[in-house]
């Protein structure tokens, strides 16, 4: 399994950005796909995860009703629809992939830098 983030950069506070993760080598529809992010000088944190076959999403607080996770079956891509941004967002977001009957996160993705600006 593969997993390739994109789409970070720098936004405004109250702007948008839209991360992608384009996956790769499996169906993943026995899959629960994850979004973590680590702020600088913080540990990694989950924010939100899919569950590949049908779409369901689970989100932290932090992030509710301002982020939007969904996917694309066709492309095998994931997205991270994130509005409203905050300067407290700006970390490096990672995308992440386990099997659903597997506790922990396996499969990891480059991270890709968003900062939100003040």
């Known amino acids: 399994v593969q997993l390739q983030a994109s789409g970070g950069g720098l936004v405004p506070a109250g702007g948008s950005l839209r991360l992608s993760c384009a996956a790769s080598?499996?169906?993943?529809?026995?899959?629960?796909m994850g979004w973590f992010r680590q702020a600088p000088g913080k540990e990694r944190e989950f924010i939100a995860s899919?569950?590949?076959?049908?779409?369901?999403?689970h989100y932290v607080d932090s992030v509710k009703e301002r982020f939007t996770v969904s996917r694309d079956t066709a492309k095998k891509t994931m997205y991270l629809q994130m509005n409203n941004l905050k300067p407290e967002d700006t970390a490096v977001y990672y995308c992440?992939?386990?099997?659903?009957?597997?506790?922990?996160?396996?499969?990891w993705g480059q991270g890709t830098l968003v900062t939100v600006s003040s």
């Open positions: 992440a992939a386990r099997i659903r009957t597997v506790p922990d996160f396996g499969f």
């Open positions: 080598g499996s169906t993943f529809t026995s899959y629960v």
């Open positions: 899919l569950l590949w076959s049908n779409g369901n999403t």
